[in-house]
């Protein structure tokens, strides 16, 4: 695998989503911005707004290069004085609260030494679902792709990443409450013995293209559901804590920011509207409470 293979798929990969989203809102369509990376590199955000089942989102690609600052090489698990990176990252926010947010990335790395030559790289990424009202057959259905796309590599795959991503995706000072019900999560996924490059680029592949076929149904099925101020209420409150985790504990936010990324491509992940009421909680027995309760013990649902 060459980067340049990473590259095609990527850009592949987010015309088909921003394809398939857009039609399904029927109304709004992803817009196209381009950008460039003082430094080195640049990339394509593309954004929908105000649409009549996505009321915010964005599908973006980028591949940026260039010398490792000392700031940014703190953050990596490897030494080298210059990089490559690249990736798809995605985050879409819909109108009605029955609607799950979701997130979605996934990213290949290299990096280099002083004369040039790579001296590390590595695959990461993953997809995860944040429900504002809990479904147990949408929680179901979301896994059950994923486990479906990574078991057609290794059975051990699913289970390995599924709680590598309820362990990332907590807000820690919030009583270790999950952001959402998961999915998978993966990092510094490097070729060994056992494992080649070609090998995790298929494995890359195969966890992009399921994303559609995870998320689209869910849509499909609960864009039409009927929906109180309450529950816009309780959809803005649990936004906040989307906001507090993306802005204080993402990897990714924190790397596009160090690297000199493109702030408002990077932050596009954050939603339209959202509420920070002091001491919020559900009340009891209710449907809201319902999904802390899970959010605060992470479930197997397969």
């Not at 990213?107 to 990424?125: P, T």
């Not at 990077?266 to 002091?278: E, K, Q, T, W």
């Not at 001491?279 to 309760?293: G, M």
């Amino acid at each position: 695998m060459k980067k340049e293979d990473f590259i095609q798929f990527i850009e592949t990969l987010q015309t088909q989503i921003c394809d398939a989203l857009g039609a399904e809102d029927g109304v709004a369509q992803f817009e196209k911005d381009q950008w460039q990376r003082e430094g080195g590199g640049g990339g394509l955000t593309r954004v929908i707004q105000n649409g009549k089942v996505f009321e915010k989102g964005g599908v973006n690609t980028s591949v940026v290069y260039g010398e490792l600052s000392p700031l940014l090489a703190q953050q990596l698990p490897t030494k080298g004085s210059a990089f490559f990176a690249c990736g798809i990252s995605l985050v879409i926010h819909p109108d009605n609260p029955k609607v799950p947010t979701t997130h979605a990335n996934f990213r290949y790395f290299e990096l280099y030494d002083e004369q040039k030559n790579m001296v590390d790289s590595w695959f990461g990424g993953g997809a995860d679902l944040t429900p504002y009202y809990l479904y147990d057959e949408d929680a179901i259905h979301f896994h059950q792709t994923f486990k479906t796309a990574c078991d057609s590599f290794d059975v051990s795959f699913y289970p390995q990443f599924k709680k590598q991503c309820d362990e990332y995706f907590v807000n820690r000072h919030r009583q270790n409450e999950s952001r959402g019900i998961g999915g998978i999560f993966y990092d510094y996924l490097r070729a060994d013995e056992k494992y080649s490059k070609d090998f995790w680029f298929e494995f890359s592949k195969a966890n992009g293209q399921a994303f559609l076929e995870a998320y689209l149904p869910i849509v499909k099925k609960r864009r039409n559901e009927t929906y109180t101020e309450k529950n816009v209420h309780w959809q803005e409150l649990r936004r906040g804590r989307y906001v507090e985790f993306n802005l204080i504990h993402d990897r990714g936010t924190i790397f596009g920011l160090k690297s000199n990324g493109r702030t408002e491509s990077i932050l596009m992940s954050l939603p339209a509207r959202v509420r920070f009421d002091y001491h919020d909680a559900p009340e009891k027995n209710s449907e809201e409470e319902k999904l802390v309760n899970v959010l605060r013990q992470p479930k197997n649902w397969i």
